[in-house]
């Protein structure tokens, strides 16, 4: 028995190690290869450590204006979708969850079906209504867009936290003459914050991180994201068979390390927000 155990216990190590190291390693050859001369990045065969280590990449794209423009525009588009989505979606998640009415049920499945469709099914529609508002090469029409994919995730995870407040406690605060609107602000806000801050997290990575609207609702330098400008890269080198992937490599290292520091900092609430619910009574 005890060594049935010991070899369980083996292959579950070797199964999250295979796990970790596949997960990782894109990141971890994106950080080596940006410290990798243009030389080093292109010889055969391939090595995974640099011999001459260099930061000129990152200094090349720390010198282009037009990433930190993309960079600074993405900040300002992943915060406002954020806190668009955490607006909406509470308010939303508080009317589902506490609230008994004819459809509920539908309009959260309906909810959840929005999270089902890819993007470029929606793509069509999304710029019609971006032309008929006058938003294109504008950023809030990657606000206005991003809010299709963010909004119903964000919806349906805090109807779970809303749904799980015990009814005692609602009916204690109308006993206390609290109206619908303080208990919604002063009880199930507080109540739901870990809730607030996984769903708020991973709305901002997917904001942070998205492509195909950016490729789609802008078009000068000035107004493109993070992932618009790494792309351009290639197309505004001296060389049109020239792919500057040391660039593209420091970039990405730079704009994926927020994101892990902001992981880093709240995984305690990212934990809880996971698992609140997961155990009742």
Avoid: C
């Avoid at 290869?33 to 080093?40: I, L, R, Y």
């Avoid at 509920?104 to 032309?131: D, E, H």
């Avoid at 109308?174 to 769903?199: E, N, R």
């Amino acid at each position: 028995m005890r060594g049935r155990a010991m070899a369980r216990r083996a292959i579950f190590g070797m199964a999250v190690l295979l796990l970790v190291v596949y997960l990782v390693f894109p990141f971890g050859w994106a950080l080596v290869s940006s410290f990798k001369t243009n030389a080093e990045l292109f010889s055969t065969p391939a090595r995974f450590w640099p011999e001459h280590p260099t930061l000129e990449h990152y200094r090349h794209v720390l010198a282009n204006d037009d990433f930190l423009y993309a960079a600074l525009n993405s900040v300002l588009v992943a915060s406002s979708v954020t806190l668009v989505s955490l607006a909406i979606g509470a308010l939303a998640a508080f009317a589902l969850g506490r609230y008994r009415f004819r459809g509920r049920s539908l309009v959260l499945y309906v909810v959840l079906s929005m999270t089902l469709f890819p993007q470029i099914a929606v793509l069509g529609a999304l710029f019609q209504l971006v032309n008929a508002l006058g938003l294109y090469n504008r950023l809030p029409a990657l606000t206005l867009t991003y809010l299709v994919f963010t909004l119903p995730f964000t919806i349906w995870v805090l109807t779970g936290f809303i749904e799980a407040v015990p009814v005692e406690i609602e009916e204690a605060a109308y006993m206390d003459g609290a109206s619908p609107l303080q208990l919604f602000m002063k009880i199930m806000l507080p109540l739901a914050a870990p809730g607030m801050v996984t769903t708020g997290l991973l709305s901002f990575i997917a904001a942070w991180n998205e492509l195909l609207f950016a490729l789609s609702f802008t078009q000068t330098p000035d107004k493109r994201t993070v992932t618009y400008a790494i792309l351009s890269f290639s197309a505004t080198t001296s060389s049109a068979f020239e792919v500057p992937w040391g660039q593209m490599m420091a970039a990405s290292v730079l704009v994926t390390t927020p994101l892990v520091l902001l992981a880093l900092v709240f995984q305690r609430r990212i934990i809880a927000g996971l698992t609140a619910g997961a155990v009742k009574g």
